[in-house]
C-alpha cells in the first residue's frame, strides 16, 4: 500500500480534498509526510534482497568450484580454502554491522548468510576428507545450530531464515528417513530461532517459522506408522485446530505493542495452515470411509466399522486445541465492541459448534452411519465457516481472508468433482448446492451493503 504510486495518487487527490474543506493544509503535508516516511521504509527491503541472492549465488558457485575441482585439490588446500572464505565473510559482516550507512548493514547481512552456507559446505568437506561415517542427518543440526548460534550472538533476519530452514530439513531426514512418528526435538530447535524472531520483530522469520511448524505438521501425517483407516482424521483435526489457535493469538497480538508489528503474519500464515490442513475433511479415505459409491453391492454398511482409535494422547491434544481456540475466539468478539453485532455472534456459535464437533469425533463408537454422519457434520461446519469468513472479510475489509475462504472453498467443490465415493449425480447435486450457496451469499452481501448505504445516506441529510 505505502508504495510510490500511492504517494503520487496522494499528491493529485490532497489538493482537491483540501480545497474541498476535508483536509487542512497542514494536514495535507502532514499526510505526505507520513506516506512518504513509509514508502521509504519499504525502499529499504530491497538493498537487503538483492545482497541476500546474491550471497546465495556466491555460496552456491564457491560449492560448484570445489565440486568440480575435488580430485584435484589437496586436502590442506581444500581446508584452508574453504575455512578462510569462511572467516573472511564473517569479517566482512563485522565490518559492515559497524557501518552506520544501510548499504554496508545490507552486505554484512549478506556476508553472514554467506558464512553460514559456507559452514555447511565446511561440515561436509571434513566429513568426506576424513570418511567420518555417522548418522547424517544431525550434520544438518549442526549446521543449523551453528546459524542459531549466530542469530543469538549478531542479530541477523536471514541468518534466522537460513537457520529455519534447516532445522525443518533435519526434522524431515528424521521423519522421513528414519522413522520418527513425532520428531520432538525439532520444537526444541524451533523455539530458539521463534523466540529472537519474534523479540526483535523479524516478519520474514515468524513467518518461516510458522512455515516450517506447517511443514513439520504435514511430514508427521506423510509418514504416520500407525494410520489405519481414519487415524489420520485426528491428526488433521489437531493441526487445524492448532492452525486455528495460532491465527487467533495472531488477532491478540494486535493488543501488545511489541508483538503488534507481527500480527499480520501471524495471522495470514497460520490461517493459510489451518485452511490446507482443513481441505483434507473433504476426503473420504481420510475418514476411513470406503472410495466407491454410497450404494455399492459388494458394500454391507452393517458390518464395516472403523478400526482406527484415537487414544487418550490424542484425544487431549484436540481438546487443548480446540478449547484453546473457542476461548480466543470469544476473547477476541469481547473485545471488539461490549453489544456483538450478528456477525459477531454468528462467529462464536460457529466456534462453539466446531469445537464440539472436533471433541466428539474421536469419541464416536466408528460404525458407518457415525462416520458418515462425522465426515457431513465436519464439512458442513468447515462449509459455514468459509461463508462466515467471506462475511466476516468483507464486512472488515480483510481481503486476504476473503480470498483464503473462495480458494478453499472452490478447492474443495473440485475434490469433490473428482472424487470416486460419489456417483455423477452426486456430484453435480453437490457442485449446484455449492453454486447456489454463493449466489446466495453474494445476495445476502449486496443487501447489506445497500441497507449500510442506505442508512449513510439517511444520517447525511
Known amino acids: 500500500m505505502w508504495d510510490r504510486a500511492f504517494v503520487n495518487r496522494l499528491r493529485k487527490e490532497l489538493p482537491d480534498w483540501t480545497e474541498q474543506g476535508w483536509v487542512t493544509p497542514a494536514g495535507e503535508a502532514a499526510i505526505?509526510?507520513?506516506?512518504?516516511?513509509?514508502?521509504?521504509?519499504?525502499?529499504?527491503?530491497?538493498?537487503?534482497?538483492?545482497?541476500?541472492?546474491?550471497a546465495l549465488t556466491l555460496g552456491a558457485g564457491v560449492i560448484l568450484f570445489f565440486a568440480a575441482n575435488w580430485d584435484e585439490m589437496p586436502k590442506i588446500v581444500k581446508l584452508i580454502v574453504l575455512f578462510g572464505s569462511m572467516w573472511i565473510a564473517y569479517a566482512i559482516a563485522g565490518r559492515g554491522l559497524s557501518g552506520s550507512a544501510r548499504s554496508s548493514r545490507a552486505i554484512a547481512h549478506a556476508m553472514l548468510l554467506l558464512g553460514i552456507i559456507l559452514f555447511g559446505a565446511n561440515i561436509n568437506l571434513i566429513a568426506q576428507i576424513y570418511h567420518i561415517d555417522a548418522h547424517y542427518p544431525n550434520g544438518v543440526l549442526m549446521w543449523s545450530l551453528g546459524a542459531l548460534l549466530l542469530v543469538w550472538l549478531v542479530p541477523s533476519q536471514p541468518a534466522a531464515v537460513a537457520g529455519i530452514v534447516l532445522a525443518a530439513l533435519w526434522s524431515g531426514m528424521e521423519t522421513l528417513d528414519f522413522g520418527w512418528p513425532v520428531h520432538w526435538p525439532f520444537l526444541a530447535v524451533w523455539a530458539l530461532f521463534a523466540a529472537p524472531a519474534l523479540y526483535r520483530g523479524w516478519k520474514w522469520a515468524t513467518c518461516a517459522a510458522l512455515v516450517a511448524l506447517g511443514v513439520w505438521c504435514f511430514t508427521i501425517i506423510v509418514d504416520w506408522p500407525y494410520d489405519d483407516r481414519g487415524q489420520s482424521l485426528y491428526l488433521l483435526q489437531v493441526f487445524a485446530l492448532l492452525g486455528v489457535a495460532v491465527h487467533l493469538a495472531g488477532v491478540a497480538m494486535q493488543d501488545i505493542p511489541r508483538l503488534a508489528s507481527l500480527s499480520t503474519v501471524?495471522?495470514?500464515?497460520?490461517?493459510?495452515?489451518?485452511?490446507?490442513?482443513?481441505?483434507?475433511?473433504?476426503?473420504?479415505?481420510?475418514?476411513?470411509?470406503?472410495?466407491?459409491?454410497?450404494?455399492?453391492?459388494?458394500?454391507d454398511p452393517e458390518t464395516w466399522a472403523r478400526t482406527a482409535q484415537a487414544g487418550p494422547g490424542m484425544i487431549a491434544f484436540i481438546a487443548v486445541f480446540a478449547l484453546a481456540a473457542l476461548a480466543l475466539a470469544v476473547e477476541r468478539y469481547r473485545r471488539v465492541a461490549a453489544a456483538h453485532s450478528r456477525r459477531d455472534m454468528a462467529g462464536i456459535a460457529l466456534a462453539g459448534l466446531a469445537t464440539a464437533v472436533m471433541l466428539a469425533n474421536p469419541l464416536m463408537p466408528g460404525r458407518y452411519a457415525d462416520a458418515v454422519f462425522m465426515y457431513i457434520a465436519i464439512n458442513g461446519t468447515f462449509f459455514a465457516i468459509l461463508i462466515w469468513m467471506v462475511v466476516d472479510g468483507y464486512r472488515s475489509g480483510e481481503r486476504f481472508q476473503v480470498y483464503g475462504a473462495f480458494i478453499a472453498y472452490g478447492a474443495s467443490m473440485l475434490a469433490v468433482y473428482f472424487m470416486d465415493f460419489f456417483t455423477l449425480m452426486e456430484r453435480s447435486l453437490v457442485v449446484m448446492g455449492g453454486g447456489a450457496v454463493l449466489i446466495a451469499g453474494v445476495y445476502i452481501l449486496e443487501r447489506q451493503r445497500r441497507s449500510a448505504a442506505a442508512a449513510e445516506t439517511g444520517v447525511a441529510s
Open 32 to 54: 505526505i509526510g507520513e506516506a512518504e516516511a513509509r514508502a521509504a521504509q519499504g525502499i529499504h527491503i530491497v538493498p537487503i534482497a538483492l545482497a541476500v541472492i546474491g
Open 266 to 299: 501471524v495471522r495470514r500464515t497460520a490461517l493459510v495452515g489451518a485452511l490446507f490442513a482443513a481441505h483434507f475433511f473433504i476426503y473420504v479415505g481420510v475418514h476411513g470411509l470406503p472410495w466407491y459409491s454410497w450404494w455399492g453391492r459388494d458394500f
